[in-house]
């Protein structure tokens, strides 16, 4: 298959996971909660008062560059729902991996800053929108990680 069909694929699968989670924050909160679970956690900042970072709690606990799949170790049951390219990775280039994704889709800033808002830190000192208003403008985010080859379990565990 030629670059441009895998392209084009990647962009109907991206654009459907968009629909559906657009679909889905308008009309039923429980769905809205399983589409994409606590996805918004991996976008708080190190050193948040309120919010546990999750990248803070990796280096933390030493394990910033090592793999999922190292960190599993003989918890196999751990690897059900995690796709090999996640599991491959270290903990480092996931997370760079999602900021790349942002900066490409943050033409004009609106993501970041809904993280700032949500977060109460940048120039915003309080928590200035919801989280429902923060996954929303995830959505694109998430779904482009999907298309990429991640795993929703990848993405929301």
């Keep these: 298959m030629s670059d441009f069909g895998r392209e084009d694929k990647r962009a109907v699968l991206e654009q459907s996971i968009i629909d559906e989670g657009r679909r889905l924050f308008r009309e039923r909160l429980d769905a809205r ?13 190190e050193g948040h ?8 709690e990796y280096k933390k606990d030493g394990l910033w560059n090592t793999t999922f799949r190292e960190q599993i170790g003989a918890r196999t ?7 090999d390219l996640k599991l491959d990775q270290t903990t480092e280039e996931f997370y760079r991996t999602i900021d790349e994704v942002v900066a490409e ?7 970041r800053q809904a993280i700032d808002k949500f977060c ?11 989280q ?3 996954e929303e403008k995830l959505i694109p985010v998430f779904a482009r990680l999907i298309a990429m080859g991640y795993s929703r379990h990848d993405l929301s565990a």
């Design 120 to 130: 109460g830190v940048g120039d915003f000192e309080i928590r200035s929108i919801t």
């Design 49 to 56: 008062e309120y919010w546990r970072s999750r990248r803070q």
């Design 77 to 83: 049951d751990y690897l059900k729902g995690h796709s």
């Design 105 to 111: 889709l943050d033409t004009n800033g609106e993501i």
């Design 132 to 134: 429902d208003e923060l």
């Design 33 to 45: 909660l399983g589409f994409m679970n606590n996805f918004f956690m991996d976008f708080i900042p």
